[in-house]
């Protein structure tokens, strides 16, 4: 038998550089055949946009939107081209519960009539209501019409990636139950930027609307009384309403504001900064509600002394015994600046506030007159009492000297007098470096 001679280590130097190259060969061309199918898949901009991704009826402005949503079937998709689409009255969807893409760059101005931009039907609890993606609502209400709003949303309707700018009242409106607004932008709007409430006198609230990855910023820009019905929001008579993940800044007046018969709310993941009043306040309303993991920082009028329009984080005149088994729990929270950083108040001639469980906050007071703690205006006490089972734990305080920042039953408290009421067993005070 003829042995055969081992390959020489250059022949096989040769054999393995010619194996990299026909699998650099075979990776080149895979990789062109992708990106041959993404110039395809890939959609273009502008009108492009709208014919690659949006798939439905072709609306443009010179259309009649409300003919063209009554005559096609329920759930029909819509796809308006990008520009101004001026309305002079209010869209009715009733039970088609369309689906509203303006992805493309439509803008919806209202020209300052004084009628609701869109709404609609409730759809059955198990169907899905209207959606709108994107776009830009403005221009809706006027001195004669204030509750005009460019947008009611229903029961079950989703709002995603929509504008709402310069409107006279109010930039989004919600009333329907498992109502869901996403990555919103509502700003400079006359009264609020968003509100949550009943859809009528004497009805039932939402339930479960979830207001998510949004911002709400500069609203009332009319300056009304901050201390009455003004600010970034006003969520009212809501269930197991989640807000979580939202930028919430420079409002006139409130940043997040809950305001009757509020309960089991999930407060969660916020930036909140430079409201001129509250950044979160929960008022007259009930328990199961728990307000964690957020950051505060800046709200409020600076140095003023003022427990009910000056506290970054506010609780008024809100019954944690009613409504839910944990009671009103705030926890987690990074609390930063001038104004009084948190509070728990009875309000005049209103309910007591009661099973209020602060722990486990970082509160920065950054003025001598910065308080902590408690007050009652309505002048019973019952709010300090023993059966209202409000406390304070495991809370930090970063503070600029060694005063008294802490209230009580109408006295002003060191740190010492402050745990011997029994708050803050576990609690520590640091100074602001």
């Known amino acids: 038998m003829t042995e055969r001679a081992a390959p020489h280590r250059s022949d096989r130097l040769n054999d393995h550089s010619s194996s990299n190259a026909l699998r650099a060969a075979n990776s080149l061309l895979t990789f062109l055949f992708i990106m041959s199918l993404l110039t395809v898949i890939v959609p273009r901009a502008g009108a492009d946009l709208v014919r690659s991704t949006c798939r439905g009826v072709r609306v443009s402005p010179d259309r009649n939107v409300q003919a063209l ?19 002079s009255s209010g869209i009715w969807t009733g039970d088609k519960f369309p689906r509203l893409d303006l992805r493309a760059g439509a803008v919806i101005d209202g020209q300052n009539g004084g009628f609701t931009g869109i709404n609609g039907s409730d759809p059955p609890a198990d169907r899905p209501g209207t959606t709108i993606l994107g776009g830009v609502f403005q221009h809706f209400g006027n001195a004669n019409a204030e509750g005009a709003a460019p947008v009611v949303v229903k029961r079950n309707g989703v709002v995603v990636g929509t504008e709402f700018r310069e409107n006279f009242n109010v930039g989004l ?28 006198a004497g009805c039932s609230g939402p339930v479960g609307v979830i207001v998510e990855d949004s911002e709400i910023a500069f609203n009332n820009t009319r300056m009304l009384p901050t201390d009455y019905d003004a600010g970034g929001t006003k969520f009212s008579d809501g ?108 309000q005049g001639g209103r309910p007591a506030t009661k099973k209020v469980s602060v722990h486990h906050n970082v509160l920065t007071l950054r003025a001598l007159t910065s308080r902590v703690g408690a007050y009652d205006g309505g002048g019973t006490g019952e709010i300090f009492s023993e059966a209202a089972n409000n406390r304070f734990d495991h809370n930090t305080y970063r503070v600029p000297d060694r005063g008294a920042y802490w209230a009580w039953d109408g006295q002003t408290l060191t740190w010492s007098q402050w745990r011997a009421l029994g708050h803050d067993q576990n609690g520590a005070v640091q100074a602001i470096p």
């Open 69 to 87: 949503i009554d005559a096609k079937p329920r759930g029909t998709t819509f796809c308006f081209a990008k520009g101004l689409y001026r309305l």
């Open 173 to 200: 409106g919600v009333n329907g139950s498992n109502a869901r607004v996403s990555n919103v932008y509502t700003h400079h709007n006359g009264r609020y930027g968003l509100v949550v409430t009943e859809p009528c």
């Open 239 to 346: 269930t197991g309403m989640i807000v979580r993940r939202n930028r919430v800044h420079d409002n006139y007046g409130s940043g997040l504001w809950w305001d009757g018969y509020n309960g089991n709310a999930r407060v969660y993941g916020n930036v909140i900064y430079d409201n001129r009043n509250w950044g979160i306040m929960y008022e007259l309303s009930l328990g199961g509600t728990r307000i964690h993991d957020n950051t505060l920082t800046g709200n409020g009028f600076d140095g003023s002394a003022d427990w009910s329009n000056n506290v970054q984080l506010l609780v008024a005149s809100s019954d944690g015994s009613v409504g839910g088994n944990r009671g009103i729990e705030i926890y987690q929270n990074r609390i930063s600046g001038s104004a009084y950083p948190l509070a728990i108040i009875t």
